[in-house]
């Protein structure tokens, strides 16, 4: 059995995450050479709580109550760590926390039957989004067969028409491998995955991290889905190509925000997926959480 944090441990490993925090501000004659400054709204900023993953674990409650004493007021899960949906949500609501996303895959090969069963959970979470996670890895690496992106992509509609059925707003989040041209076209996998489901059933979760890592600007993927991405993953690219704290690494965000009404947006979602797993403790990953809300909060652009 793992040992459980005090709520003044967790306290003490955010505090000081938000003392190693400082945000620049830039001026109004600054900003936009002279322009509007534009900002984050603060009730749109999330965290995926697969970041928090190991802390979790240790402490649902607690973590969340951290989660809250932050500012946040919403998150997306990635699953209901080891609970009920009803218990996962009691915990959310003693938090004074909404769970308005969750990562849940679309069952392979496709069947209604469980997928409703993961729609009534999301319905108990209270969920207005619900996302598939993961696609474009296969027994043998990386998916090169348009055929086998093209069945997926049927699943996806029906995935979503189901889920469109049930108030929800079904999603699609990326990774890199997507971004690989299929072989004998000149499409990528995610070329085809956006043109083959219906954007009135799949909306696209953009992870910003994962785009650049697959060599796709995402103010290219803004200008090419217009209206279509509600929600971005906010996981900064350090120098050596992995993962570093939001604002911390070289991702312009303030330069994709800028077309955020282009884009469709409704959640800014904090995530670092190395945040809480060795070299780095568990509790650390509350200084992902912290210093990523900070970040947000303070961004002019």
Known sequence: MKPSLSRRQLLGAAAAAGAATT????SA???HGGGAIHRVPQDRISVQLYTLRDQLGINLEASLAELAAIGYTRVEHAGFVGRTAAQFR??????????TSGHVGIPQPFDAATWQRALQDAAVVGNKFIVHPFF???ANGPIRDAAVYRAFARDLNKAGELARRAGLSFGYHNHQAEFLRQDGTNLTGFDILTSETDPRLVHLEVDLFWAFRGAHDPVDLIAEHRGRIKQVHVKDLNVAGSFADPGDGLIDFGRIFQRSREA?????????DDAGTPPRTPAEALVTARRGYTYLAGLRF
């Open 90 to 99: 009691a915990a959310l609501d003693a938090a004074g926390i909404r769970a």
């Open 136 to 138: 474009g890895q296969g």
């Open 264 to 272: 469709g947006l409704v959640e800014y979602i904090v995530e670092r």
């Open 23 to 26: 945000i620049a501000v830039p």
């Open 29 to 31: 004659a600054t900003a």
